[in-house]
């Protein structure tokens, strides 16, 4: 083309391309395309350990109790189903754990299997009762639905001893 016009050449660079563009935009743009995809393996790599809920090694925490063994998810999602169980290592005719409120404000329960003998309201807390025959271990399991995302804890008291249970309920 002619020196000038509208469409001039533009100059050819050291290493032989024909460009001229700014190459320090296409380098940052090429830095934060790096960022973006090891951010996304972090998070993928943190569903597969298990801390987005459903699964995984860090899916589930073991609470200890002097008695008992609470599993209860470390995260688990909003609406969606999971479990709870409490194995009772000590013999009785009976075994009693009590739950603070905010448990209940958070989740509901779908089912307990088995069904407890009796349920008592307390203040700021609910008593469940089971009754146990034979030797132990005796397994309870709740089935419960987080119905509130966000950061819950609560207290859980078996066999008199209380221990304060966390976990967070993802959107």
């Known amino acids: ?20 563009e700014p190459r320090e935009k296409q380098r940052r743009y090429w830095r934060m395309q790096r960022v973006a995809w090891w951010t ?10 298990g801390l987005t809920g459903s699964g995984g090694v860090f899916h589930k925490q073991t609470v200890e109790f002097a008695a008992a063994r609470v599993e209860i998810p470390r995260v688990t999602r909003w609406e969606g189903s999971d479990d709870l169980s ?4 000590e013999p009785g005719d009976s075994h009693e754990i009590i739950v603070s409120q905010p448990f209940f404000d ?9 069904e407890p003998d009796r349920t ?39 066999a008199g ?7 967070v309920v993802l959107p």
């Open 86 to 89: 409490i194995t009772f290592r």
């Open 106 to 114: 958070r989740f509901m329960i779908e089912r307990i299997q088995p």
């Open 161 to 167: 001893e209380t221990r304060r249970i966390n976990l």
């Open 1 to 20: 083309m002619a020196h000038g016009s509208r469409l001039d050449m533009p100059p050819i660079r050291p290493d032989g391309l024909q460009l001229d």
């Open 40 to 49: 996304f393996g972090g998070i993928m790599l943190l569903a597969v350990l």
């Open 120 to 158: 008592t309201l307390r203040s700021g807390a609910q008593s469940m009762t089971f009754p146990a025959a034979d030797a132990p271990p005796h397994e309870v399991k709740f089935d419960i639905r987080a119905m509130h995302f966000g950061w819950t804890g609560f207290d859980m008291t078996v």
